[in-house]
């Protein structure tokens, strides 16, 4: 795990840690020392910690004018015991709802499992958000981990699934990435990438 780094191609347009309204602003990441763990394991220094004891994550992209932001997840999202949800609800989404961030693509191919819990704070999100047509989408979920979420109910507030499954958006500058996630969540198109 300590191999997966967070993607770095989009960080000549935006860095978290410069950005000022960004909960990452100001910090400083070591290439060498390796402190963070998920489990048993050390993973890439340049991840965030946000609260969660199992969860990591990296602000790729927040683009406060379209409002919208890109974020990349490792570990393993648990809200059953660690409550990873309100963590990241009262941590990362309300500093950028406040800053007028209604659109959220969250990538979970780094996510190994996902424990629900109750649906409070996805339904908290969605009703900050939904007044300006805002949107949760949660892409490349392992199906196991979709399941999961299914069974929390995490459908009625998010977008996931197949149709946001296997999406190359690496080989995508970001603001083509939500362009083709707002076609999606609005139903013009039924596959990207």
Request: charged share 30%.
């Amino acid at each position: 795990m300590h191999d997966l780094s967070p993607y770095h191609r989009w960080r000549d347009f935006y860095t978290a840690e410069e950005d000022e309204f960004s909960p990452f602003h100001g910090c400083e990441y070591s290439e060498f020392e390796y402190t963070k763990k998920v489990y048993n394991y050390y993973i890439h220094p340049q991840w965030d910690d946000f609260g969660s004891n199992t969860l990591y994550l990296k602000v790729l992209f927040v683009d406060y004018e379209e409002g919208y932001a890109i974020i990349e997840f490792i570990g393993e999202w648990n809200d059953t015991i660690y409550n990873d949800i309100m963590f990241l609800k009262r941590n990362v989404i309300d500093p950028m709802i406040k800053k007028d961030v209604f659109r959220y693509i969250l990538i979970c191919e780094n996510v190994l499992n996902f424990h629900g819990s109750d649906d409070s704070y996805y339904e908290e999100w969605w009703d900050d958000i939904k007044e300006d047509n805002g949107w949760i989408s949660f892409l490349n979920t392992h199906r196991h981990v979709a399941e999961e979420m299914g069974r929390t109910g995490l459908q009625f507030y998010a977008n996931f699934g197949p149709e946001y499954n296997d999406i190359n958006w690496r080989t995508q500058k970001p603001e083509r990435v939500a362009e083709a996630i707002q076609a999606l969540v609005d139903g013009r198109i039924r596959r990207v990438f």
